[in-house]
């Protein structure tokens, strides 16, 4: 029988180097996006794909990143004397179930793959989810649901798959393509960042993945890959012949705001879809184009 999915692991314990000096003194994952920080992004798309229960992989200089997810109690009770309603209801996705989140400190930041391995204790022998918060998908269902159906309709593991330029394969975890119905496509090899010469398509995976729980004893031995990190793409591609795996064609649109254009980008995407907003948006951008 396949087990249900109720947890999510949010690596963020990377160093953030693209955005210094903005985050020598603040975690990117705190970036916002309009008002929201990336993490909540985050956040919002696993609850909509049913997940309860949430680890943060954080390291060094992370914790308002905790501090995040607290009561803010004397903003609480200001806010609500002054009966600030719409300040009070912004906050409310902020919030999270006593004891449904949980922090695994990674000392140091020694790749995804070690990052996740952090998370064992919390992972067991259940299957979860991954999201990283700097990839933010904007979408009608959410990218996390989508793979969540995927997963419950093959009872493997499944990863958000999207084409690339084929010389942009050396960003990225690329996959090897077998059966393919133009949304599904079954995996049946992984590749770390190969050249584009190399690689076995231009199908490439972003920061979301459903794996079941064999995969840990591979991340176990800490091998490391590309670029001298323990990479997560090495231990899935282990588990390949051994569980379903299939790449979801999700529907949506990723923005990479791990780096500054996607960054960007995503703020005038979601600033255009907020009506109090929209409007100022679509004339400066006339104003500077
Ligand atoms: P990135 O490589 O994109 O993030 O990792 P980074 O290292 O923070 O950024 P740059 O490249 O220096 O600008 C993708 C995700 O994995 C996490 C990061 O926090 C990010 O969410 N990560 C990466 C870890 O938690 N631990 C690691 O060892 C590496």
Not at 172 to 194: A, F, Q, S
């Amino acid at each position: 029988m396949t087990k249900p999915l109720r947890k999510a692991v949010l690596p963020v314990a990377g160093l953030g180097t693209r955005f210094l000096p903005a985050t020598k003194a603040m975690p990117k994952e705190m970036l916002p996006v309009v008002d929201r920080p990336l993490i909540q992004y985050a956040i919002d798309e696993a609850r909509e794909a049913g997940i309860e229960e949430f680890c943060l992989i954080t390291g060094r200089g992370k914790d308002s990143l905790i501090d995040y997810f607290d009561v803010a109690f004397e903003l609480d009770v200001t806010l609500r004397e002054r009966n600030k309603v719409e300040a009070l209801k912004a906050l409310e996705p902020s919030s999270i179930e006593a004891g449904s989140l949980i922090a695994v400190r990674q000392q140091e930041p020694l790749g995804l793959g070690h990052a996740i391995w952090c998370a064992r204790s919390f992972i067991g022998d259940d299957p979860f989810a991954i999201l990283l918060p700097d990839d933010v998908v904007k979408s009608g269902t959410s990218c996390l649901k989508q793979l969540a159906d995927a997963y419950y309709a093959t009872g493997g593991s499944v990863v958000a798959v999207e084409e690339v330029p084929r010389e942009h394969t050396s960003r990225y975890g690329i996959l090897k393509p077998g059966h393919d119905d133009g949304r599904m496509v079954e995996i049946t090899g992984l590749v770390e960042k190969p050249k584009p010469e190399e690689a076995p398509s231009n199908l490439s995976i972003i920061g979301r993945y459903i794996l079941t729980p064999e995969v840990m004893p591979h991340l176990a031995k800490l091998e490391k890959g590309a670029g001298g990190e323990v990479q997560l793409t090495d231990a899935m591609a282990k588990i390949i012949g051994h569980v379903p795996f299939h790449g979801l064609r999700y529907e949506g649109h990723r923005f990479d705001c791990g780096n500054k254009s996607g960054f960007l980008e995503a703020q005038i995407a979601f600033a255009l879809d907020r009506p109090e907003l929209a409007d100022d948006v679509r004339a400066f951008l006339k104003k500077y184009n």
